[in-house]
């Protein structure tokens, strides 16, 4: 038994710098103690004794302000940081090495008897008010957001974010189709519409920055197709007239870019060659 206090002890060691000594994270740390008290209301629940096992369960929920289900299966070396809030339901069962912070839910979306809560295998982290819903598992390694809703079972290594959640990155991530699309003109496009895609972080990379970028790589193929039929026409009608494609102007982007800019910054600007007359009509100054 103290072989596994110890243990315990070591893990809040291991991931919170805050913790100083072996006293304090005893008698000052909630989620150890609603992992004891969770101990031993669970042994009571396996006896049969379920009143007595969810007494005690409310009795830690009151002292800690995290409830835990007796029936819960809870694994080795399980830390609750700050806890407040913490729900675990009653077939919900978290393997060894999981890191819970505050506000997390493990619940159910079923009134049926049976599985109806998560399964967190071995090493996920699941950030502050995140909810994971339903008889599904989070694979080992996993990371879950804050705040984040997920639904869905959750491939193992893999990060999740939003409402609800999305997988926006793999351990063993997917290969995409290599698009053949020039840089140059994927920056004027992104530039002229004001949208900056790689200003976001591949640490924790945007779903919806993602999407827009995907549509903008699909515009620019489109585009170019559209210029090699107009020329295949110019070659078999020497008559053929190209209509113009109606301008794309700053003033119709005006207030979006406003937004983006008050809460992004300005959008980098692309470095462009001088014109030929500008040019000459610094050639003129200067003569």
């Known amino acids: 038994m103290f072989q596994r206090l110890r243990e315990d002890i070591n893990s809040v060691f291991a991931r ?19 992992l004891l008290l969770h101990r031993l209301a669970h042994w009571l629940w396996k006896k049969h004794l379920k009143w007595l096992a969810r007494t005690l369960s409310t009795f830690s929920r009151w002292l800690t302000g995290i409830e835990i289900h007796p029936g819960a299966k809870i694994g080795r070396r399980f830390f609750i940081d700050h806890g407040m809030g913490v729900v675990i339901g009653e077939t919900a069962e978290v393997n060894d090495d999981v890191t819970l912070y505050q506000g997390v839910t493990l619940g159910g979306t079923s009134w049926h008897k049976g599985k109806r809560h998560p399964t967190l295998e071995q090493g996920v982290i699941v950030g502050a008010g995140a909810k994971i819903l339903g008889p599904f598992t989070v694979g080992a390694g996993a990371k879950v957001g804050s705040n984040a809703v997920v639904t869905k079972e959750v491939p193992a290594g893999a990060t999740v974010v939003g409402i609800p959640g999305k997988v926006v990155k793999r351990e063993e991530p997917d290969v995409a189709a290599v698009l053949d699309v020039d840089p140059a003109r994927r920056e004027a496009i992104c530039q002229k519409f004001g949208f900056d895609a790689y200003g976001v972080s591949e640490d924790m990379p945007d779903p919806v920055a993602r999407s827009i970028q995907a549509m903008l790589d699909h515009m620019h193929a489109v585009d170019e197709r559209i210029e090699r039929m107009c020329s295949t026409l110019r070659k078999l009608d020497a008559g053929y007239r190209e209509g113009k494609l109606p301008e794309l102007r700053d003033e119709d982007f005006a207030d979006i870019l406003d937004d983006v800019d008050a809460c992004c910054g300005p959008p980098k600007t692309a470095q462009h060659a001088p014109k030929a007359d500008d040019k000459g009509d610094a050639q003129q100054g200067n003569g």
């Not at 072996?22 to 989620?31: A, Q, S, W």
Request: hydrophobic fraction near 40%; proline fraction near 11%.
């Open 16 to 34: 919170d710098p805050a913790a100083r000594n072996f006293l304090e994270v005893l008698t000052n740390y909630p989620g150890l103690h609603a």
